[in-house]
């Protein structure tokens, strides 16, 4: 017998709901995320300019070391945004390791590239390489954090498994316009908070870190800030994001590079002493940072010493005279009972010029008050200048030469006999300016009319295009010129084993000062020592005819074009 079916109600199966983990707002999320993006824009930022700056002090040519390091970091950027690419699915533990590599890498940049110079005598090849990683880690940094925020939107917070599919990926709907606009709001955020934080760390750099910090202890600290802000950005708020092992790593990592860190900023003045012997050798009498640049008196005690601006030999006191009898007295061939020196901040030309009794008044014209106290007060430098700037004749300004010049026209009540340019070589680009033509028609207008004006050139045999192209530019503003050179150790080049051998007693670079000097008008000055000159140990008759001669040798053809403001026509 076949028995009827029976049809049993269908049994509904209760599950237990499923278990959310408590995860904070996304507009939690996102407001810590745009505060680290704001530190680490700040910091990276610190890294660029601090590059440039040691570059260009390393180096020389400011300009094209920013040129360097901006392109070079700018392309390494977009590199380090497609690298990312391959870190999205472990983007919280991407970010801390970046992070990490960046504040490595950047806070020690200054450090190596220092070594680099100090104990190879090469940093061009190590500042690109620095600039390379420091742009690729840069670059990476928005990208990761884009997939960061997007997951904490998808699921409410942070803490979604890396792998875990949005809404839209499951249902096959297509994004909406809201989910659109807010992605939009996203990069928008991220971006106004990387732009307003490389705005402070640019201003932060030169007002803050160098005057407080220096250059090496400053990127230091400013690689300490990265490391926290990251780390701590990823270990808290993106902490569901990570597996026990990937926590232990950035952990270890991120007290890795904090203890090296620390570890350098402890070390530093060690570090920049041993340094310093290795650049300038084991003579270093002085060594003072200004608010401008790095002073650096060497020497034995019983020898003249050597004064190093910036890494660059700016008097050599075995020879010094050479240069500055040179430079002041051919031009005090006439009337000189007012002399402008625009420099001379170590006092030698103020030397020079005091040694004759018609003399009544001596105006320096100093950017750095830093060098003309240490000229005061360091009793070889203040022995070396005779103690110029204890002369009632001598007054000292203190100010860019090119501004106080504009407005010296209408306060000076008596114009100039005699003007005095010791300024360093052309090729170097922070005093271009004062190499222009602008800057010569100014100093025409504080000049008499059968006043004097001699200018230091650069080598003439070394640089000769750039010895004629200061020529050219006296020209165009209306001076006639009479060009000379002088044999000797030449500031301007600066120390360490790629540029001179200081220990072994031999120089790489120029031999020669150049020299020209000029008077208002067309008719070229007379060429010669006053009636009154005193003795002079390197300049007679017979040497000045000599140096006129070796300058008219390297003339080229065609006379260069002159260098004006906006177009700066000297090279490095």
């Known amino acids: 017998m076949i028995e009827p079916t029976v049809t049993m109600p269908p049994t509904r199966v209760h599950r237990p709901p499923p278990r959310r983990s408590v995860r904070p707002p996304r507009e939690a999320v996102r407001f810590p995320v745009l505060a680290v993006v704001f530190v680490c824009a700040a910091c990276g930022l610190v890294y660029e300019l601090e590059l440039v700056a040691l570059a260009s002090y390393l180096i020389g040519d400011s300009v094209t070391q920013a040129s360097v390091v901006l392109s070079v970091m700018v392309f390494a950027m977009g590199v380090g945004s497609l690298l990312a690419k391959r870190l999205r699915c472990h983007a919280a533990v991407g970010f801390?390791?970046?992070?990490?590599?960046?504040?490595?890498?950047?806070?020690?940049?200054?450090?190596?590239?220092?070594?680099?110079?100090?104990?190879?005598?090469?940093?061009?090849?190590?500042?690109?390489?620095?600039?390379?990683?420091?742009?690729?880690?840069?670059?990476?940094?928005?990208?990761?954090?884009?997939?960061?925020?997007?997951?904490?939107?998808?699921?409410?917070?942070?803490?979604?498994?890396?792998?875990?599919?949005?809404?839209?990926?499951?249902?096959?709907?297509?994004?909406?316009?809201?989910?659109?606009?807010?992605?939009?709001?996203?990069?928008?955020?991220?971006?106004?908070?990387?732009?307003?934080?490389?705005?402070?760390?640019?201003?932060?750099?030169?007002?803050?870190?160098?005057?407080?910090?220096?250059?090496?202890?400053?990127?230091?600290?400013?690689?300490?800030?990265?490391?926290?802000?990251?780390?701590?950005l990823v270990l808290w708020v993106f902490r569901r994001d990570l597996t026990r092992r990937s926590r232990a790593l950035l952990v270890a990592v991120n007290v890795g590079v904090l203890a090296v860190l620390a570890t350098a900023t402890v070390l530093v003045d060690d570090f920049e002493q041993a340094a310093r012997r290795a650049v300038y050798g084991e003579r270093v009498r002085v060594a003072v940072h200004t608010d401008l640049q790095e002073v650096v008196v060497t020497g034995d005690r019983e020898e003249p010493p050597d004064l190093f601006l910036d890494g660059r030999l700016r008097v050599a006191g075995q020879d010094e005279y050479r240069y500055h009898e040179a430079l002041v007295h051919p031009a005090m061939n006439g009337r000189h009972a007012r002399v402008l020196i625009v420099g001379g901040g170590d006092g030698m030309a103020a030397r020079e010029a005091l040694r004759y009794a018609g003399v009544r008044s001596v105006t320096v014209v100093e950017l750095d008050p830093g060098v003309v106290r240490l000229a005061r007060t360091d009793p070889a430098l203040a022995a070396l200048n005779a103690q110029a700037f204890r002369d009632p004749r001598v007054h000292v300004v203190y100010a860019d030469a090119f501004r106080w010049l504009r407005g010296a026209a209408d306060r000076l009540q008596e114009q100039y006999d005699v003007v005095i340019s010791d300024l360093p070589d052309p090729g170097i680009t922070p005093s271009t300016k004062l190499y222009s033509e602008e800057f010569y028609g100014l100093v025409a207008r504080v000049l008499t009319a059968s006043g004097r004006f001699a200018v230091h050139a650069g080598s003439a045999t070394d640089r000769p295009r750039t010895y004629w192209t200061v020529d050219a530019t006296l020209r165009a503003a209306g001076f006639a010129t009479r060009p000379y050179s002088a044999s000797g150790r030449t500031p301007g080049f600066a120390a360490g084993p790629d540029r001179a051998d200081r220990t072994g007693g031999t120089v790489r670079g120029p031999g020669d000062w150049g020299f020209l000097l000029a008077v208002r008008g067309g008719r070229p000055p007379e060429f010669g020592l006053a009636p009154d000159a005193p003795r002079l140990r390197s300049l007679g008759a017979g040497t000045l005819e000599s140096a006129a001669r070796r300058a008219e040798r390297t003339r080229g053809g065609a006379a260069p074009p002159p260098s004006t403001l906006v177009h700066p026509r000297y090279g490095a």
């Open 96 to 232: 801390g390791l970046v992070e990490a590599g960046l504040a490595l890498i950047g806070g020690c940049s200054a450090m190596v590239l220092y070594a680099s110079f100090a104990w190879l005598g090469e940093s061009r090849y190590v500042l690109v390489a620095f600039s390379l990683a420091i742009g690729v880690l840069i670059g990476a940094e928005i990208p990761l954090l884009m997939s960061l925020i997007q997951r904490a939107g998808r699921s409410g917070g942070p803490g979604s498994p890396a792998d875990a599919p949005s809404a839209a990926g499951r249902t096959g709907r297509p994004t909406s316009l809201g989910e659109q606009d807010d992605a939009a709001g996203t990069v928008a955020d991220l971006f106004a908070a990387d732009y307003v934080g490389a705005l402070v760390g640019g201003l932060a750099f030169p007002f803050l870190l160098l005057p407080w910090l220096g250059q090496l202890t400053g990127a230091l600290v400013t690689g300490a800030v990265n490391a926290v802000a990251g780390g701590g």
